[in-house]
């Protein structure tokens, strides 16, 4: 696992009017976004683990049940909360099943947010270069 880094204000609450929103800023050097879906906030590495695309700029689309930001480039999603890439599958041997929404092993790297007193925090995992986005968003082997 990752080590952790100090938690870091980011950014009010209050830049954020909507219920779903994003908001791109740069943590300690690092480029991130930050995703409000309802009262709940999320932070993400800003470029997608695919191929670089501008993750930050894509739609938010619930799938499967899950909250997913979509690279606006390749269209990949990605899980707002885990990070974890998402896709339909099917099963070739039994083509009348239906299509369904399937968590892949790729990983975009996701960081911790807390909200206290009207503004927000994140706390940065460290870029290892164990997750695919880290070759987009910073680690340099």
Request: charged letters at 25%; glycine letters at 8%; a neutral charge.
């Amino acid at each position: 696992m990752a080590a952790i880094q100090e938690e870091v204000f980011a950014c009010s609450v209050s830049e954020f009017v909507r219920g779903t929103e994003k908001k791109r800023i740069t943590v300690n050097d690092n480029d991130i976004f930050i995703v409000k879906i309802g009262d709940k906030y999320f932070a993400l590495d800003s470029f997608c683990y695919h191929a670089g695309g501008p993750l930050y700029n894509g739609d938010i689309e619930e799938l499967g049940g899950r909250a997913c930001m979509v690279c606006p480039w390749h269209k990949y999603k990605v899980c707002i909360d885990t990070g974890q890439n998402f896709y339909q599958s099917v099963d070739p041997k039994n083509p009348k099943t239906s299509v369904k929404w399937t968590a892949g092993q790729r990983r975009h790297r996701t960081h911790a947010v807390i909200v206290r007193d009207g503004k927000i925090y994140v706390t940065l995992t460290e870029k290892d270069g164990t997750l695919d986005s880290d070759q987009y968003n910073g680690h340099r082997a």
